[in-house]
């Protein structure tokens, strides 16, 4: 990870790059593909990167597709009609489906495959960061940022297992049927606290 990192920072720092001196002078780009269990990782390493490239001097505007898409998609008034998010309260676990493929096992899928594999990597995180914390090799700066983002990671993983035991495992116990063709104002409730809330549905079924 740390050879990705140093590459990365060459990469973007370096004159070609950032002087367009590409074939054709195309806006310059360059994607770091990486596998979904080095999610986490991945997100860390971005921070750090960020940071570095604006102590070399280098202006930074970190965009996150994902979210610029979802917005996009709320603008046009797509988004609640289509795709729904299950979030945990404080947003440490997130997971989006389509509502034309929703099926009753849907929660139970995204219970098994997405929260409990997500909170499985987060618990293997914490494990190394509890290493880089207590070993003698490490500076004073890598155990405390490790110290840090040890409690950050704990109380992620505490508001995960509390989604589950209240919310998910009932919820995917249950087997809820959604017929899509019931609209938004009808279904939406019918997964609860399970789902992010919509700003003003509420308010609207309380007219």
């Not at 080095?38 to 921070?47: A, D, I, N, Q, T």
């Not at 700066?141 to 509390?162: N, R």
């Not at 249950?174 to 019931?182: A, F, G, S, T, Y």
């Amino acid at each position: 990870m740390q050879d990705r990192f140093q590459h990365l920072f060459a990469v973007i720092s370096g004159q070609r790059f950032l002087n367009k001196q590409g074939l054709g002078n195309e806006v310059p780009f360059f994607i770091c593909p990486y596998k979904p269990d080095e999610s986490v990782e991945m997100e860390r390493l971005k921070r750090q990167l960020v940071n570095r490239l604006e102590q070399a001097g280098v202006r930074i505007l970190s965009i996150n597709l994902y979210d610029l898409s979802i917005a996009i998609l709320r603008k046009r008034d797509i988004w609640n009609q289509k795709y729904w998010l299950f979030s945990s309260p404080k947003g440490s676990f997130n997971a989006l489906i389509h509502m034309q493929r929703y099926r009753p096992d849907t929660v139970g899928v995204g219970l098994n495959d997405y929260l409990r594999e997500f909170r499985t990597k987060l618990t293997s995180h914490k494990n190394h960061l509890d290493v880089v914390s207590i070993i003698a090799s490490s500076s004073l700066g890598k155990k405390t940022k490790a110290l840090t983002e040890i409690a950050k990671t704990t109380k992620m993983t505490a508001e995960m297992d509390e989604y589950e035991r209240e919310v998910l495992y009932p919820l995917a116990t249950e087997q809820v049927k959604i017929d899509p063709d019931d609209g938004v104002k009808v279904s939406y409730p019918k997964l609860g606290a399970g789902l992010k809330k919509i700003i003003g549905l509420e308010a609207e079924e309380d007219e």
